[in-house]
Every structure is written in structure tokens, then in C-alpha cells.
């Protein structure tokens, strides 16, 4: 355990597993195409889980508000409970760091959620404030290592941001939800290319689900040719978008046959050059992720409405362990 652990308030983690252990997953995935293994997450089924590719569950984790979790090279997952809490926990459900940005570095007392954090190739850990408006790195001990202002038109302590990335560059790529805009920012947080995602001609619906329609951005990633992909949120659609700002590539949200679009959250260009996509709030006739080729082809989908439920933001797929 981190020495974290004495500044943190006690969380609940323990209660979470025992209750986890009261309603344990069951049944097996529904998964068409070429079976892979993946990480998901569910907030309203409250549980996180490594999903093998024969559709059983390898390992879970009972949680709480859930936006963002990673598979970390030593096996452990870093997650979150609740929208304060980050925590790394191992394979064995041990917690062997914390962090709780609302008590810890100047922050008690205010209203701050983290949407977004990454164990950075430096050992820090960077997470991303909204009702603060910045990016911090924090060490083992939870000091802030560096710290990045951000920019926000309509501030929201709940939807300043919501995932961010930091890049090879050293700069940040964030999906600001309430300003419906993707930012790169440099070290020192000057916004050095921007994105506003396009309505397409179309009025804001209020919701989440397929009705429901917008720029509520969720997430963005920087591709190894330069463009960026985006998953566009209740815009229902997955961006992939230049330098110069022009689309080069679009799935919208009744492209894929016998499949509709509503919340895109997190959107992985994979190895083969397939695109995994997270598709939230879409209802139980809709697979809650999906591959496709860049021809829009779907090649995989994955449905379980029985262990997660309607609201799937975390999804990555992996390899190995």
C-alpha cells in the first residue's frame, strides 16, 4: 500500500468487493467474429472485468463511477472508485496505490471529478481535474511533479474533460464534453491545435441514448499516421480528422448494418488497422463494442446485458495477461 493511504480518507473498497461477491458475474459473453480479450467497465452494473476470448470473465473488479481504466504492464489495473478516487489495484484485489484529488493537493473543499488519468513510461501518474481545470503529474507519494492549466469555455466540475491522453510529444490531447472541443496543449498549456466537433447541420437533443444528439466529446487519440481518431459522444459518430482539421474517415451512426450508434465513448485504432469502437447508452439491441475495417466493415462485436448493462464507457482491448 501506498503511504498514500494515510492521507486518503478510508474508501469503501473492501464493502465494493463483498458486495461484488454477493452478485458475481455469470453467463458468457456474446461475441461474433474473431474472439478477443478485453477490458470493460460498466457504472450501471458497477462492475469491471477482463473478458477472455471465449467470453468468460478472467478477472473482476467491483466499482463505482467509472470514465477510464488501463491494463498496466506489471498486470495491474489502475481504475477508479468514484469520480475522486484513482487507485491501482493488483490481480489479487489488493490496492497498492491511491490517489484522492478531492482532499490532496489544494483541492479540499472543492467541487473536482477525474474523468480521465495514465501511469506515464516515468512512473507518474497524470490526472486530469475538471472543476480545477488541470492536468497534474503526481509521484508515489502523490506530489505534483508538473501541473498544466486548461482551457474551458463552459466550465463544469463534471464535464470539463473527459478522457485526455498524454502524447509521445509531451503534450496533452483532451476531449473537453462541455465544450464539445478536442485540445493539444503543450507543457505549459498553450492549445496548440484544436477540433470542435460539427453538429452537421443537426439541433442539440437532450438524452443519451440514440435519440438524444450533440458534441459531447469523449475521447480522442492520436494516430500513428498524425490524424486524430474521436469518438464524438452523443454525436454518435467516430472521427478520424487531419492536421488541417478535415475528416478523412467517418462512421456515423447508422452506418454499421443492424447496428445504431449512441454514446461513442473510448475509440482504439488496433493493430490491423481495424477500429474498436464503444458504443454506450445504446440499448440491449445493440452489441455495447464493436470492430470494424476502415471499408465499415463489422468483423466483431461484443454484447453482454446480463453482467454489464446500458452504460459501458471503458472498453480496451488486450493482449497477453
Not at 59 to 74: F, G, R, Y
Not at 143 to 170: F, V
Not at 218 to 243: D, M
Request: hydrophobic share 40%; proline share 5%; with cysteine.
Amino acid at each position: 500500500m501506498s503511504t498514500l493511504s494515510s492521507q486518503v480518507p478510508a474508501f469503501p473498497i473492501l464493502a465494493v468487493l463483498l458486495a461484488g461477491a454477493l452478485f458475481p458475474l455469470s453467463g458468457i459473453a456474446e461475441q461474433t467474429g474473431t474472439p478477443r480479450r478485453i477490458l470493460a467497465a460498466d457504472d450501471s452494473t458497477h462492475r469491471l472485468a477482463i473478458v477472455g476470448p471465449q467470453g468468460t470473465v478472467e478477472w473482476e473488479l467491483p466499482v463505482t463511477a467509472i470514465h477510464d481504466a488501463w491494463i498496466l504492464p506489471n498486470g495491474n489495473v489502475l481504475t477508479q472508485q468514484g469520480w475522486q478516487h484513482v487507485v491501482e489495484v493488483d490481480r489479487d484485489h489488493k490496492t497498492v496505490w491511491e490517489y484522492d484529488a478531492g482532499t490532496m493537493n489544494g483541492n479540499q473543499g472543492k467541487h473536482v471529478e477525474v474523468h480521465a488519468f495514465q501511469r506515464l513510461d516515468n512512473g507518474l501518474t497524470m490526472i486530469v481535474e475538471s472543476g480545477t481545470a488541470r492536468i497534474i503529474e503526481v509521484d508515489r507519494m502523490g506530489r505534483i511533479q508538473h501541473e498544466t492549466p486548461l482551457k474551458t469555455d463552459h466550465p463544469s466540475a463534471h464535464s470539463d474533460t473527459r478522457l485526455a491522453r498524454k502524447l509521445s510529444n509531451g503534450h496533452y490531447l483532451v476531449a473537453h464534453e462541455a465544450d464539445g472541443f478536442v485540445r493539444e496543449y503543450d507543457a505549459r498549456g498553450k492549445v496548440v491545435w484544436d477540433f470542435e466537433v460539427p453538429l452537421f447541420g443537426q439541433e442539440k437533443k437532450g438524452g443519451h441514448g440514440p435519440e438524444a444528439f450533440g458534441n459531447s466529446v469523449f475521447y480522442a487519440t492520436r494516430l500513428k499516421n498524425g490524424n486524430t481518431l474521436i469518438g464524438t459522444g452523443n454525436g454518435h459518430s467516430v472521427l478520424e480528422v487531419t492536421p488541417g482539421k478535415k475528416i478523412v474517415w467517418q462512421v456515423s451512426q447508422h452506418d454499421l448494418a443492424g447496428i445504431t450508434l449512441a454514446w461513442v465513448t473510448r475509440v482504439e485504432r488496433l493493430p490491423n488497422g481495424n477500429t474498436l469502437i464503444g458504443n454506450c447508452h445504446a440499448g440491449p439491441e445493440n452489441p455495447q463494442f464493436i470492430e470494424v475495417t476502415p471499408a465499415k466493415q463489422v468483423v466483431w462485436t461484443f454484447k453482454d446485458f446480463k453482467n454489464f448493462g446500458n452504460s459501458t464507457p471503458v472498453t480496451m482491448a488486450v493482449s497477453g495477461r
